[in-house]
């Protein structure tokens, strides 16, 4: 990829918060850095060594050679944590989110000490932490270099969070469903429920409220914000967001994935049912297939992925379908699964379901890809818009109700399910519990499928508007391109 050397090398320090999808971006950002000639140290914990390590490779070149990857123990078991649980991810149950986080914290004083000791050869110039690695503020001030927060979230959405922080009219409505306004972008009538907000503005949820208060003191404390998207698909959020912050620094970096080789992209990635799904896609015709993926763990309760199954084996286009947690199915939904889907690729069903890990961005990159059904997570979404893909919406939790109107209403790329209450996951603390009517039926799913892959006048209007956007992504990272000035900006800020 192309470099630039800078005439000081400036030194980050990128503190990942351990959860899958937030340490793909930000070790991303990691490479980006050092393609950009800055020396970069990656800390992390012994069981996600390797999916830093993979993914630094993947970047190659400059990136690779300047990059350290520090792996350093993660007190899972003085947290009360079983072994080897060092992922937000790989928490068994809800019930244990709070040690999680006490873990994190702890974490903390490892990291100091490990700084501590970098300083007298290499002093850190700036730290770029996860947005839950709270404890990071106090240590950069002890270091005096600048502290930048990464949440993974749009700048568009961060702006609406900051909203709601500022003026709260989440806490004015008498109900859970009662729709209030966010007024962030001039033109556009943003309209929530509570219910459908990220979980630090819901009543209960299973971040206990003191770390809450940690993030948004963390969130207040830092110098700036490093975001994973490009400023052209933000409609002037970034700049925005700086104003909303008392003039924090926002650097819109990404889009990140585009920073390493196309092809299989990491360890994971490169298996068999990886190389199965790929394939499959070979064997089918440009833009046919419908890609259907809730994020890294997202899951449905039985019934409702019931309804979705029933929309996707009924629908006339091939559909490449990823069910996270089919384990922990209950044994009649697993066996319609069995009759219904191709689980190996040899079966005449139109469905092919990936059970596990899929190879998502060569996927949605594939030819043969032409919708995405998708959580509105902010990673897949990133990706579906690098690849060109337009998406049909069904936000879960956290900020994809936010995420999706940015889809569907600002950049028009995208045709919502008209989902109105969150799939319930391991964060909102209503994990099993007997087996809840599907709150979306398989007609809703059918008639938003069938609007995304339509072949007449919107349809394809929405696929002109999704490869130019494609095309800016490209040219975003680009010399001279937005988010490589900002990268740029953000290590003069360093430097
Ligand atoms: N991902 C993947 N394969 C999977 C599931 C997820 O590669 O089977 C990746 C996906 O490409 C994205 C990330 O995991 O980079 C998911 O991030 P997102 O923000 O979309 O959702 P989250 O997992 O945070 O809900």
């Known amino acids: 990829m192309e470099t630039t050397l800078c005439p000081k090398k400036p030194h980050f320090v990128v503190i990942p918060w351990p959860a899958t999808s937030h340490m793909i971006p930000i070790v991303d950002i990691a490479c980006l850095l050092a393609a950009h000639g800055a020396a970069v140290t990656v800390i992390t914990t012994p069981a996600s060594a390797q999916l830093v390590q993979g993914r630094v490779e993947r970047a190659g070149g400059q990136a690779s050679a300047g990059i350290t990857v520090t792996a350093i123990p993660f007190p899972a078991a003085e947290a009360g944590l079983p072994d080897g649980c060092e992922r937000l991810d790989h928490t068994p149950s809800v019930d244990l989110v709070p040690n999680f986080f006490d873990a994190t914290e702890q974490f903390g004083e490892p990291v100091a000490r490990h700084c501590r000791s970098l300083a007298a050869t290499?002093?850190?110039?700036?730290?770029?932490?996860?947005?839950?690695?709270?404890?990071?503020?106090g240590l950069a001030r002890e270091l005096g270099a600048p502290c930048f927060i990464f949440h993974g979230f749009c700048a568009f959405s961060l702006l609406c969070c900051e909203y709601l922080n500022t003026h709260k009219p989440h806490e004015a409505v008498a109900s859970p469903d009662e729709l209030f306004d966010v007024p962030v972008l001039p033109h556009f009538g943003f309209k929530f429920a509570r219910r459908q907000l990220p979980l630090q503005f819901l009543p209960s949820c299973s971040i206990p409220e003191v770390r809450l208060r940690e993030l948004r003191e963390f969130e207040m404390a830092v110098d700036g914000i490093v975001v994973n998207s490009f400023e052209e698909l933000e409609h002037g959020s970034a700049a925005r967001l700086a104003a909303a912050t008392g003039g924090k620094a926002v650097f819109a970096v990404g889009p990140v994935s585009l920073c390493g080789a196309p092809g299989l992209v990491d360890s994971r990635a490169d298996s068999d049912d990886a190389r199965r799904c790929m394939a499959w896609l070979d064997a089918k015709e440009?833009?046919?297939?419908?890609?259907?993926?809730?994020?890294?763990?997202?899951?449905?309760?039985?019934?409702?992925?019931?309804?979705?199954?029933?929309?996707?084996?009924?629908?006339?286009?091939?559909?490449?379908?990823?069910?996270?947690?089919?384990?922990?199915?209950?044994?009649d939904v697993n066996e319609w699964?069995?009759?219904?889907?191709?689980?190996?690729?040899?079966?005449?069903?139109?469905?092919?379901?990936?059970?596990?890990?899929?190879?998502?961005?060569?996927?949605?990159?594939?030819?043969a890809v032409g919708g995405f059904l998708t959580h509105c997570g902010w990673g897949s979404t990133l990706e579906s818009v690098v690849a060109g893909v337009p998406m049909a919406t069904w936000p879960f939790t956290a900020e994809q109700f936010l995420n999706e109107k940015l889809i569907v209403d600002v950049l028009r790329i995208g045709v919502s399910v008209g989902v109105t209450k969150p799939t319930e996951g391991v964060l909102t603390g209503k994990n099993g519990g007997g087996r809840p009517k599907a709150?979306?039926?398989?007609?809703?799913?059918?008639?938003?499928?069938?609007?995304?892959?339509?072949?007449?006048?919107?349809?394809?209007?929405?696929?002109?508007?999704?490869?130019?956007?494609?095309?800016?992504?490209?040219?975003?990272l680009e010399n001279g391109g937005s988010s490589y000035m900002n990268l740029e900006k953000l290590i003069q800020f360093a430097g």
């Open 439 to 476: 709150d979306v039926g398989m007609e809703q799913v059918k008639k938003a499928l069938d609007m995304l892959m339509d072949g007449g006048v919107d349809g394809e209007a929405r696929r002109t508007r999704a490869d130019e956007l494609k095309a800016k992504a490209k040219a975003a």
């Open 337 to 367: 699964l069995q009759e219904n889907t191709d689980a190996d690729g040899l079966q005449e069903s139109q469905c092919l379901a990936v059970r596990g890990w899929a190879p998502q961005v060569p996927i949605l990159e594939h030819p």
């Open 122 to 137: 290499r002093r850190p110039s700036c730290i770029v932490a996860g947005m839950c690695n709270t404890w990071a503020h």
């Open 286 to 331: 440009a833009r046919s297939v419908l890609y259907v993926s809730f994020g890294s763990a997202g899951r449905m309760p039985p019934e409702q992925l019931m309804q979705l199954g029933l929309a996707l084996v009924s629908c006339p286009w091939p559909v490449l379908w990823v069910i996270k947690g089919a384990g922990s199915l209950p044994d």
